[in-house]
């Protein structure tokens, strides 16, 4: 069992269109000490944006299956005094060394056959969605639980990081998506597959390895949730009818991703817990739906507010196949409404923009906000919550990846910052990182990168 997630949306075969140079394989390995930019770095921005995922794809003639196996690759653009410098590397994961010295693709993954592995207990997982800081470390993450440690200049791989306590670490899948708080904890779940299957949610206090449970919820046959969300009282969890036996996970029989089994006439069961006591205090119902990604989650009175990117189905993971028609899967910004008080849920079109990949200013985390930031394969999109409306970034023949919003130091504002994001410009065969206004929307600047990087997963930014 491996990655799996989620979350690719970021390729063009999800959106209705074949790019590709956004699957093709990076190869090289480069340190640009200044990179050539067009307009003006803000000279507040200081400190480093990094992005993960997918770069090589191929070995000895045949290919991974699916986008979300192809092998982790880490980029990092450091920006200071109004420079931009840049730098990429291979995630040294078990996978690569696999596929490096036999020239061929032996190892299990997200879509990749359980057979065809050499490796039967990997050290170092193909970790290329996302990234994250734990205990002072900077770390690549998959569903996996055990992070990858990286140096932060270098990006030279360091090994996994060993959580100092007794939760699973083997047989599990946990979110790359972690929430952090304002005291720079962070809260997790992972779901335990065994005789008993079990959603671990757990806390990690700052500055240290040791994962704190949280909440233990018995489950069945367990849901793909791919992320979740927080309020400043409560975690939401919505688990969708796309579920597995555990069973069939533990036999590894068939890849991964293809033990899930979508039965929507279960509908959609969101769990509701108590950030303080773990105390699963409503389980709701509501209708058949998927998601990779929440947005955010803020209370109401007696109301939850959830925003996500939301599909009719899971129909989405087959379009990622990389020998997948183009096709388009189509997605939503969807708001649920959960009535605590009468044990209800109500799900609305919040905007007909079509976008993934969202992200919001992360100070906003858990309480109202207004702006959500988005991507889908032609441009990049600013949606308005209060009264819907949008602004867009977009070029001819660029591809743009994750938007991912850095706060003003000094802003008053929830927009006050500038916006990031790394487009594949096909016209060149090269990438650029674009950063945008975030209150106009309008560029400020561009630094461009002497190769292409293709269509990515996740990034952080980190001062």
């Known amino acids: 069992m491996r990655l799996s997630y989620l979350l690719v949306l970021i390729l063009a075969p999800l959106l209705g269109a074949t790019q590709p140079l956004a699957h093709k394989s990076l190869e090289s390995e480069i340190v640009c000490e200044s990179l050539p930019i067009q307009g003006e770095v803000p000279s507040w921005i200081e400190g480093t944006f990094y992005r993960n995922g997918p770069a090589k794809f191929e070995a000895g003639g045949e290919s991974v299956n699916h986008w979300f196996d192809g092998l982790a690759m880490l980029h990092a653009f450091a920006l200071k005094n109004g ?55 900077y770390v690549a993450l998959t569903e996996f639980p055990l992070p990858v440690r990286f140096d932060p200049h270098t990006l030279e791989t360091l090994g996994v990081l060993d959580y100092a306590d007794q939760l699973p670490h083997e047989q599990c899948f946990e979110s790359a998506h972690p929430h952090v708080e304002a005291d720079e904890s962070i809260i997790n779940y992972l779901i335990e597959f065994g005789r008993e299957t079990i959603y671990h949610i757990y806390r990690i206090s700052p500055g240290t390895n040791t994962r704190t449970s949280l909440a233990k919820i018995p489950v069945t046959n367990p849901s793909y949730m791919h992320s979740f969300s927080q309020t400043e009282r409560y975690l939401i969890f919505v688990e969708y009818p796309f579920t597995v036996n555990p069973l069939d996970l533990i036999q590894k029989t068939k890849p991964y991703i293809s033990n899930f089994k979508w039965e929507p006439e279960k509908g959609s069961r969101l769990l509701v817990v108590d950030k303080k006591t773990g105390e699963l205090v409503k389980t709701l119902h509501t209708q058949p739906f998927f998601s990779f990604h929440h947005i955010n989650a803020f209370e ?25 028609k183009s ?44 702006y959500v930031y988005g991507y889908d394969v032609n441009a990049l999109y600013k949606l308005n919550t ?67 990087i293709p269509a990515g997963l996740h990034g952080q930014f980190y001062r």
């Open 83 to 137: 420079k931009v410098s840049y730098t990429n590397q291979f995630l040294r994961s078990s996978n690569y060394t696999e596929m490096m010295e036999h020239n061929s693709i032996n190892f299990s993954g997200f879509a990749q056959d359980p057979c065809r592995v050499h490796f039967q207990h990997s050290q170092i997982h193909n970790a290329n969605v996302n990234v994250a800081k734990i205990a002072e470390e």
């Open 327 to 370: 096709s388009h899967t189509k997605h939503r910004v969807s708001r649920l409404t959960l009535d605590l008080s009468v044990e209800t849920v109500t799900m609305e079109l919040l905007s007909d923009v079509e976008m993934e990949l969202p992200r919001i200013n992360d100070n906003f985390d858990g309480k109202g906000y207004q």
């Open 386 to 452: 209060a009264d819907k409306t949008h602004k867009k970034w977009s070029e001819e023949r660029c591809l743009p990846s994750e938007p991912v919003f850095i706060p003003s130091p000094h802003g008053q504002e929830e927009d006050d910052g500038v916006v990031l994001s790394v487009i594949l410009d096909e016209k060149s065969a090269s990438s650029f990182l674009l950063i945008l206004d975030a209150h106009t929307f309008e560029e400020v600047s561009r630094a461009r990168v002497p190769h292409h």
């Open 300 to 324: 109401k009175e007696d109301q939850i507010i959830l925003d996500l990117i939301s599909y009719d189905s899971p129909a989405v993971i087959q379009d990622l196949y990389l020998d997948a």
